[in-house]
């Protein structure tokens, strides 16, 4: 059983800068692969970026690559996003989720734990 809880949403300006953290439990966290999605007032809930065991890998949708950086500290049990040139169209309930796929990236559904999510709110 893992749980997951983010911190750090808010309410920022545009081109600002915002740093969530999803904190973990449960032993199993240095194995899994890490998520972060989003879900926006009236959207599907959508896939923002994941993070491999060791932290040495991160995938990005393109909308938020070179803007956001996920990390994770196994330490901690701890993943991060920073994110980084903010835009009103970044607002959504951001989320961490868990995963342990065989092999390479994880798809949705192999996404097993989920956080219970933080609000951004991007205003223009």
């Known amino acids: 059983q893992v749980q997951l809880r983010e911190s750090g949403g808010g309410l920022v300006q545009a081109g600002g800068s915002l740093r969530l953290s999803c904190a973990a439990s449960?032993?199993?966290?240095?194995?899994?692969?890490m998520g972060w999605f989003r879900q926006a007032p009236g959207k599907e809930r959508e896939f923002v970026a994941a993070?491999?065991?060791?932290?040495?890998?991160?995938n990005y949708i393109d909308s938020v690559a070179g803007r956001f950086t996920i990390s994770r500290d196994n330490v901690k049990n701890t993943v991060y996003l920073q994110m980084n040139s903010l835009k009103p169209e970044d607002t959504a309930v951001y989320y961490c989720?868990?995963?342990?796929?065989?092999?390479?990236?994880?798809?949705?559904?192999?996404?097993?734990?989920w956080g219970q999510g933080t609000q951004v709110t991007v205003s223009s």
């Open positions: 989720a868990a995963a342990w796929p065989k092999t390479g990236w994880p798809r949705r559904e192999e996404y097993i734990y």
């Open positions: 993070i491999s065991r060791s932290g040495s890998s991160g």
């Open positions: 449960g032993r199993t966290f240095s194995s899994s692969t």
